[in-house]
Nanobody, 122 residues
Framework: QVQLVESGGGLVQAGGSLRLSCAASGRTFSSYAMGWFRQAPGKEREFVAG???????YYADSVKGRFTISRDNAKNTGYLQMNNLKPEDTAVYYC????????????????WGKGTLVTISS
């Protein structure tokens, strides 16, 4: 079992950068896959990026080349580095974790943070 808390959201202009953090509590965080999802007003929650326990990473096409996911198991923390931000990136970003990490869809993730708001102005 793991608890997740996101931080690092805020307001930035298009073209800027932001780094989100996901602090996890629990002694077995290193065994879990960790991912980032986002939900914009009026839209469904969607997959952004994910990383498995053995550091295989995956990205949605919309963020590939701009976002980088990473994790530091010694610190029980995951990160999402976001560069060249666009107005369409505006959303609440959620950190999620799952024991298996076989499917990168919201319904497959067992643990969720409460989210952090990212707003990109044009």
């Amino acid at each position: 079992q793991v608890q997740l808390v996101e931080s690092g959201g805020g307001l930035v202009q298009a073209g800027g950068s932001l780094r989100l953090s996901c602090a996890a509590s629990g002694r077995t965080f290193s065994s879990y896959a960790m991912g980032w999802f986002r939900q914009a007003p009026g839209k469904e929650r969607e997959f952004v990026a994910g990383v498995t326990w053995n550091s295989n990473s995956y990205y949605a096409d919309s963020v590939k080349g701009r976002f980088t996911i990473s994790r530091d198991n010694a610190k029980n923390t995951g990160y999402l580095q976001m560069n060249n931000l666009k107005p369409e990136d505006t959303a609440v970003y959620y950190c999620a974790a799952d024991l298996h990490g076989l499917r990168w869809v919201p319904g497959a993730m067992g643990y969720w943070g409460k989210g952090t708001l990212v707003t990109i102005s044009s």
